[in-house]
C-alpha cells in the first residue's frame, strides 16, 4: 500500500490513477472537463484576437466590404494626429494618475493599518467607490465640475471667484478626468497596500522599536524596503487599467475639446463603432494590444519575484 | 530613559491624532459628490435650474423619487443587470471549476501547452478583440439577446487560472482516498474536491459579478434596444442628453436610485468584496 503510494507521487500530483487498460481512451475523456470553457475560449477571444490581425491588413467596413491593403492601416495611423494626439492623451493621463493612486492609497494604508473601528469605517468608505459603474461616477462628478450650478462653481463663488468650466478646457479636461479616476480607483491600491503591510513580519517592528527608531526611521527602514514589490506591483497594475481609459473621457467631456482629452481606446471605439472603418480601428486595437502586452509581462515578471525582489 | 520614553509616546499619540485628522478630512473630500447628488436628488427639477445652492437649505422632496417609481426604465435595467450578472457569475463558476478541476488534477493530451496558451488569454485587452466579437454576434444574430450580453465574460481566462491554482493546492491524498472508496471522478470532483473550493468560488462569484454589474462598453454596443439596456448602460442613456433631459434632480434620484443596491451590498459583504477585488488583481 505504501509502495504504491510512493509510485503515485512519483508519477507527478496529476496522475493520482494508475495505468490501467484503456487508459488512453480516458485520457482524451478528460477533456471534457476543459472543453466548454475551451470552446468559449477559442470562439470569442483567440479567434478575435487573430481574426483581428488579419482584418488590421484590410480596408473593411461594418458591411463586410473588404480589401487588402497591407500595413497601410498603420501607416495611416502613424501619420494621423488625431491618434497620435490620443496615443499622447493616454501616457498624459496615466502620469497623472497612477503615481497619485500609488501615494494616496499608500498614505491611507498606512494611515488606516490599524484595528480600530474607525480606521475600519474609513475603510470602507475610500472603498466604496470602486463599487460604482463608469456611468454613476461620471454623473456624479459632472455635477461637481458643471460651471452652471456645480459644487466647485458653487463653492468658488462663495470665496467670490467665477466658476471654471473644467470639462470645456483643452488644459483642465483631462485632469478633471484623472481627478475622477483616482476618486474612483483609490480602493484597489490602498487593500493592496494594506494587504502587504499585513505581511511585514511583526518582529522588525520590536526590533526597531528596541532602537528607539522614531516614526519616520521605522517607516523608511522597515515598512518601505518591506513593501517594495507591492508597490511595484502596484504601478503596473495602475498602468495597465488606466491605460484602458474609456467611460470617463466617453462620458465626461467625449473626447473635448478639440480632442484634448480623447485616450487611444476612445479613438478605436470612435472608428470602430461610429465611423465603422473597421480595418482601420482593428489595426489601433493592435497597438493598444502591444502597450498593454508589455505592461503584462512585467507584472508577470515581477509578480513571479516573490523572494527575489 | 524612562521620561524620554513617556514624552516619545506622547509625541506618538499626538501625531497619531494628527494622521487621524486629516484621513477624516479626506473622507469627508471623498463623500461630498455623492453627497451632492443625494441633496440636488432631493430637489425639485424646477428649483436647482434657479439655483443649486438651495440645496443645503429646506425644503426637501422625495417627488423625483416618485416619479421614478411611477414612470421610468430604471427597473426593467435593473432587472437585466441581475439576470446578465447572476447568468454570467454562474455561467464563470461553472466552467471555471470544471476546467481549473482538469488542468489540475486530469491527465490530457496537450495539457500543459494549452493551460499556457489560456493564461497567454489574461493579457489580451477586450479592446483587442472587441471589434470582430461584435461582427461574429451580428453574424450569429445574438445582439439584444442575454446569452449575447453573457457569453463574452464566460470566455475570460481568469477564472479558470484562478480555480487551477486552487485545486493544485489541495493536497492529492484525498483525491486517492476518494479513489480506495471506488468515487468515480467527477463524484470526486463535484462531492469531495468542489466543497472546498468554496472560498476561490466566492471570490471568483463577486469579481464576476461587480465587473457584470459595472460593465459599460460591451452592452452598450450589444444590447442597443432600450429593453436591454443594464443598468449601466441605461443611466448612461439619460447623461448623454444632459442639459435637454428631464431635469438634474431627476436625473440624480435616478443615479441615487442605481447605486443602492450595489452599496447596500458593499454594506454588508464588504470583507468578501474587498477580498475578491484584490485578491483578482495580484
Known sequence: MSTAAGQLSDLGRTRVQPARAGAQQSRWSHMLYVAPFLFLYAALLVYPLFAGFWLSLHKADLFGGRRFVGFENFERLSNDQVFLGAVGNTFYFIVLTVPALAIIGLGLALALNRQTRTAAVLRGVFFSSSVLSVTIVTLLWKVVFAPEGGFLANLLEAFGRPPIAFLSSAELALPAIAITTIWWCIGLPMMLFLAALQQVPRELYEAAALDNAGRWKTLWHVTLPSIRRTFALVLIIEVVLQFQLFGQAYLMTQGGPNNASRPMVLFLFEVGFTRWDVGYAVAAGQILFGFIAIAAFAQYLVARRKEAF | ?282
Request: proline share 4%; hydrophobic share 55%; net charge neutral.
Open chain 2, 1 to 282: 530613559m524612562r521620561t524620554q520614553l513617556a514624552s516619545g509616546a506622547v509625541g506618538r499619540a499626538f501625531g497619531d491624532r494628527l494622521i487621524l485628522a486629516a484621513t477624516i478630512a479626506l473622507a469627508i473630500v471623498m463623500v461630498i459628490p455623492m453627497l451632492w447628488a443625494v441633496g440636488l436628488s432631493l430637489k425639485t427639477n424646477q428649483e436647482l435650474l434657479v439655483d443649486t445652492q438651495s440645496v443645503l437649505k429646506a425644503p426637501w422632496t422625495l417627488i423625483n423619487y416618485y416619479d421614478i417609481l411611477i414612470g421610468s426604465g430604471v427597473f426593467r435595467w435593473l432587472l437585466n443587470s441581475i439576470i446578465v450578472s447572476t447568468g454570467m457569475s454562474l455561467g464563470v463558476l461553472v466552467l471555471s471549476s470544471l476546467a481549473g478541476y482538469g488542468f489540475a488534477r486530469l491527465e490530457f493530451p496537450g495539457r500543459n501547452v494549452i493551460f499556457v496558451l489560456v493564461l497567454f488569454g489574461l493579457a489580451i485587452p477586450e479592446q483587442a478583440v472587441i471589434l470582430v466579437r461584435h461582427q461574429l454576434f451580428s453574424d450569429l444574430d445574438l445582439h439584444n439577446t442575454y446569452a449575447g450580453l453573457m457569453l463574452p465574460g464566460m470566455s475570460a481566462p481568469f477564472g479558470v487560472f484562478l480555480m487551477t491554482q486552487y485545486f493544485k493546492a489541495i493536497p492529492t491524498e484525498i483525491d486517492e482516498a476518494a479513489m480506495l472508496d471506488n468515487a468515480s471522478r467527477f463524484k470526486i470532483f463535484w462531492r469531495v474536491l468542489l466543497p472546498m473550493t468554496l472560498p476561490a468560488q466566492a471570490t471568483l462569484g463577486i469579481f464576476t459579478f461587480l465587473h457584470a454589474w459595472n460593465d459599460y462598453w460591451w452592452p452598450m454596443v450589444s444590447g442597443t434596444n432600450q429593453q436591454m439596456y443594464t443598468l449601466t448602460v441605461g443611466i448612461a442613456s439619460t447623461q448623454q442628453n444632459f442639459a435637454e433631459s428631464a431635469g438634474l434632480g431627476y436625473l440624480m434620484a435616478q443615479a441615487v436610485f442605481a447605486s443602492l443596491p450595489v452599496l447596500i451590498v458593499y454594506m454588508f459583504f464588504q470583507k468578501y468584496i474587498v477580498r475578491a477585488v484584490s485578491g483578482a488583481a495580484t
